[in-house]
């Protein structure tokens, strides 16, 4: 029997009508997009666009790996132009549109202004450890928090024989927050003495009386806690007043670009509290931790990236939402999300091993702070101290 003859055409519109009535699930699963609220513009430019860089060598490391539920993931950037006005409205929006978690903000005074907002969601992993979010809440916060960090640095401080310190802090929310942490820092040491506290506005742009009035006071060491362009007007203000101390600063500045762009300013010893081994794999036993590790460092590598604040502050959070998500799926629920995050127990990631259960919304204490400080000759931040900020 002669085979029906189609004329290439039809044969077209054949095919076309099939594909087009194909079910959706036998269709590529849309990108699972999950809103990241980064200052990408605006005074924290200098850290939110590292974090823009890192959310894409993330995304390229989930995708390459499975992705969640076999689907895609794309990071979705919204540039909060470092105004907590603006990061309220996104998040509003987020809720709005449904989101269950979302990462981000990046800014204390940001992570303060939405809290209120998150009683039944989304999960918000704010990537600043500024703020100290209640335990049970919709909000994590990455990193160890500033009380840690600044008891590590005052601790060390002691350990280093310094008895006179003098304590310079932005008046804005993160210097309110690390003069807070200072204070309690040094109420545990009481060999050391503060010989002179001063502030400024995040918008001086000199605080010569200042210094002037510190200098005086002969302190061993200053602590100054203020970021971005006030750090800057601090270091530059420091250098022209003459004053030859070490220097103990926020981790908010661990960026490649504050530090080549004072070169010529820079104190002898400026000192942060950074976990180092962030940088150098090969300087963890092998397990867990290490795996971990040397997948971050590869990962920036791939982007051209190297450790620094933008990616040490975000890269776990990414890595712990992901988790979540591929444990309890797409479709999770703030509610799943916050209750898996809050019940990890021994979870991995480039700062050790998280406990949630005992370290509520955060997961880290201070025993695992290390003090390092910025090498020029190796152009990076090397190590100075144990965890716990001993010597």
């Known amino acids: 029997m002669k085979q029906p003859h189609f004329p290439l055409a039809a044969l077209g519109v054949a095919l076309a009508v099939t594909i087009v009535s194909l079910p959706a699930a036998t269709r590529a699963a849309d990108p699972l997009e999950i809103d990241t609220i980064i200052p990408v513009t ?54 709005a549109k449904g989101d269950q978690v979302i990462i981000g903000p990046s800014l204390s005074a940001a992570c303060g202004a939405v809290l209120p907002i998150l009683k039944n969601g989304p999960v918000a992993y704010c ?29 060390y401080a002691r350990e280093r024989g310094w008895k006179r310190v003098a304590v310079l802090t932005s008046t ?26 001063e502030h400024f506005a995040v918008v001086d742009i000199s605080i010569a009386a200042q210094l002037a009035r510190i200098k005086a006071a002969t302190p061993q060491v200053l602590i100054a806690w203020a970021s971005g362009t ?8 420091v250098a022209d007043a003459g004053l030859d101390v070490p220097v103990i600063a926020s981790n908010s500045n661990l960026t490649f670009a504050s530090m080549h762009g004072l070169t010529s300013y820079l104190p002898k010893e400026l000192l942060f509290a950074a976990a180092i081994t962030e940088a150098t794999p090969e300087s ?12 971050y460092v590869n990962s920036l590598k791939a982007a051209g990236l190297r450790p620094e604040a933008g990616t040490i502050l975000s890269w776990d959070a990414i890595s712990f939402v992901v988790a979540a998500l591929r444990k309890l799926g797409p479709n ?10 809050a019940n990890q127990k021994g979870l991995v990631g480039i700062h050790g091993t998280y406990d949630f259960q005992e370290n509520p919304q955060r ?24 965890p716990g900020g001993n010597i």
């Open 127 to 155: 990537l600043s450890p500024g703020v100290h979010p209640p335990e049970g809440s919709y909000m994590f916060s990455a990193d160890w928090s500033t009380t840690d960090t600044t008891h590590a640095l005052v601790h």
């Open 42 to 95: 605006g005074q924290a430019s200098f850290v939110g666009q590292v974090m823009v860089k890192t959310l894409k060598a993330a995304e390229d490391n989930v995708n390459k790996t499975g992705g969640i539920g076999g689907r895609q993931v794309h990071f979705n950037v919204r540039d909060d132009a470092s105004n907590p006005q603006n990061t309220v409205q996104l998040v509003n929006e987020a809720v």
């Open 284 to 295: 963890l036993r092998r397990g867990p931790e290490r795996t971990a590790v040397e997948q």
């Open 172 to 197: 804005d929310s993160s210097g309110a927050d690390g003069e807070k942490g200072i204070d309690a820092g040094l109420a545990a040491e009481p060999t050391l003495t503060v010989v002179a506290r």
């Open 230 to 237: 006030p750090f800057a007007t601090v270091i530059r203000g």
């Open 332 to 341: 999770a629920t703030a509610a799943q999300i916050r209750e898996y995050l």
């Open 363 to 386: 997961g880290l204490d201070a025993s695992g702070v290390v003090i390092s400080h910025w090498s020029a000759a190796r152009d990076t931040w090397v190590p100075v101290s144990k």
